[in-house]
């Protein structure tokens, strides 16, 4: 069996990609999505009244001038560090992870679709 784990901007993107994935039919494709935080547009809009920003535009107000990192969906899958702080940076700006499983021979498959729909991985 094998997986993959992509990172989307956004959830629109990824269900795209998942859509996509299922219309293949692949024999023992399994699709999860986990939605990282989203932000506070009206807050946003708020704090950057005060800082003479372009209209409609949005800042995102974080302590230290980092964006704090949400902590990733809870499930039974072993990361490299690498690949977690990936996934961590991402989710915590609102990126959507998508894990996908399939047999073997469909990874160049899966992985096409993934990347087609704006999907990363680390």
Do not use: C
Request: hydrophobic share 35%.
């Amino acid at each position: 069996m094998g997986r993959l784990i992509a990172l989307f901007q956004g959830q629109a993107e990824a269900t795209h990609a998942v859509d996509e994935l299922h219309r293949l039919g692949l024999p023992g494709l399994d699709t999860a999505v986990y939605e990282g935080p989203r932000l506070d547009e009206d807050r946003g809009r708020d704090v950057l009244a005060g800082t003479g920003g372009p209209p409609g535009s949005m800042v995102i107000p974080t302590t230290g001038g980092m964006v704090p990192l949400a902590p990733l969906p809870k499930w039974n899958i072993k990361l490299d560090p690498a690949d977690e702080e990936f996934l961590q940076q991402g989710f915590s700006r609102g990126g959507t992870i998508v894990v996908t499983e399939f047999n073997d021979n469909f990874e160049p498959q899966v992985r096409k679709v993934i990347i087609k729909h704006g999907g990363r991985f680390s």
